[in-house]
């Protein structure tokens, strides 16, 4: 089996600082892209899984 990622984008903890979150079990696929317009700032990506087998993964970030 493969890892079935959740990627969420914060700004800080708690959850009234979640900005986007996508899984697997939304996408249909365990590649998820997005794209996000992103003012100046700090912010946090989260990468989970929706289970508990674990696994690996790759992440790249593309800015422009």
């Known amino acids: 089996e493969s890892f079935a990622p959740v990627v969420n984008i914060r700004t800080g903890c708690g959850a009234t600082a979640e900005l986007f979150c996508t899984s697997m079990a939304l996408e249909g696929s365990s ?34």
């Open 31 to 64: 590649t998820l892209e997005f794209s996000w317009f992103f003012t100046p700032g700090t912010y946090y990506v989260v990468v989970d899984q929706n289970d508990v087998r674990g696994g690996s993964y790759t992440l790249e970030a593309f800015i422009d």
